[in-house]
């Protein structure tokens, strides 16, 4: 028929996949783009730089085709239909994790010495500052109240002798009683600490802490508070039913 012109869809729906993703996207492009407007436009949506990429063209049938590789003819002018198939290879090297594995990155190293000779690290600029340990008024008041806290408490411990009985009152919390089984420091906090174990399992622990053993009893019976928070005297023990119950 003499005359009569064939027009065509101006766009092209296909899917797309890459090497830098394991998902799949649909996208619509206009056929008369060339293929380097298409990779340009691809790189919002693969993460590929356009200068490294590889495009694939597959059926609707994911049967390879070609590769479009030609940057200046159009997207038009390969057999490319609604539902098929373009694969993006990265060239760039991001997909093999090279720009994600710190452990092929060089590291710079400064000694510490060197590093305290520099007027532009964070640690001259913390001391200039005078903030935090620079900071020798404070941290010099903080080292003295903690020095008294601790010898306020240590000065209560003279009074609480292991195998004491004791009732232990916390601020919010419901009075247990117990048996104090340690008296000292700890590993685990500063300070002194009074290790006790509760006549029902009110505790928090068997006794150990951080895989150190202070003192033995039964799990969820032991725990440590603090001094000021422990009253030795005569103190029956209670029986709460606990174990009883199902």
Same mark, same amino acid.
């Given at each position: 028929?003499?005359?009569?012109?064939?027009?065509?869809?101006?766009?092209?729906?296909?899917?797309?996949?890459?090497?830098?993703?394991?998902?799949?996207?649909?996208?619509?492009?206009?056929?008369?783009?060339?293929?380097?407007?298409?990779?340009?436009?691809?790189?919002?949506?693969?993460?590929?730089?356009?200068?490294?990429?590889?495009?694939?063209?597959?059926?609707?049938?994911?049967?390879?085709?070609?590769?479009?590789?030609?940057?200046?003819?159009?997207?038009?002018?390969?057999?490319?239909?609604?539902?098929?198939?373009?694969?993006?290879?990265?060239?760039?090297?991001?997909?093999?994790?090279?720009?994600?594995?710190?452990?092929?990155?060089?590291?710079?190293?400064?000694?510490?010495?060197?590093?305290? *000779?520099?007027?532009?690290?964070?640690?001259?600029?913390?001391?200039?500052?005078? @903030? +935090?340990? =620079?900071? %020798? /008024?404070?941290?010099?008041?903080?080292?003295?109240?903690?020095?008294?806290?601790?010898?306020?408490?240590?000065?209560?411990?003279?009074?609480?002798?292991?195998?004491?009985?004791?009732?232990?009152?916390?601020?919010?919390?419901?009075?247990?009683?117990?048996?104090?089984?340690?008296?000292?420091?700890?590993?685990?906090?500063?300070?002194?600490?009074?290790?006790?174990?509760?006549?029902?399992?009110?505790?928090?622990?068997?006794?150990?802490?951080?895989?150190?053993?202070?003192?033995?009893? *039964?799990?969820?019976?032991?725990?440590?508070?603090?001094?000021?928070?422990?009253? @030795? +005297?005569? =103190?029956? %023990? /209670?029986?709460?039913?606990?174990?009883?119950?199902?």
């Amino acid at each position: 028929m003499d005359g009569v012109t064939v027009i065509t869809n101006p766009t092209v729906a296909v899917r797309l996949t890459s090497t830098m993703s394991s998902f799949e996207v649909n996208r619509r492009f206009n056929r008369g783009i060339t293929i380097a407007e298409l990779k340009s436009r691809l790189e919002m949506i693969v993460g590929s730089p356009a200068g490294c990429m590889e495009l694939q063209l597959f059926s609707t049938t994911d049967n390879f085709l070609q590769k479009l590789d030609d940057n200046e003819a159009l997207l038009g002018s390969y057999p490319v239909d609604d539902d098929c198939k373009i694969h993006v290879i990265d060239k760039s090297g991001a997909q093999g994790g090279e720009f994600s594995d710190l452990s092929k990155v060089e590291k710079f190293e400064i000694s510490d010495e060197a590093y305290e *000779k520099r007027s532009d690290s964070v640690r001259s600029f913390l001391k200039k500052k005078k @903030v +935090g340990r =620079f900071n %020798e /008024e404070e941290t010099a008041r903080q080292e003295a109240e903690q020095e008294q806290k601790e010898a306020e408490e240590k000065a209560m411990t003279a009074a609480i002798t292991v195998g004491s009985r004791c009732e232990v009152r916390v601020l919010g919390q419901p009075t247990k009683r117990g048996t104090v089984m340690y008296v000292g420091v700890t590993d685990f906090k500063p300070g002194y600490w009074v290790g006790v174990q509760y006549d029902e399992p009110l505790g928090k622990n068997d006794g150990s802490v951080n895989g150190k053993q202070y003192f033995v009893c *039964k799990p969820k019976y032991g725990a440590f508070v603090k001094p000021q928070f422990v009253t @030795v +005297g005569d =103190f029956p %023990e /209670e029986d709460y039913g606990l174990d009883d119950e199902m």
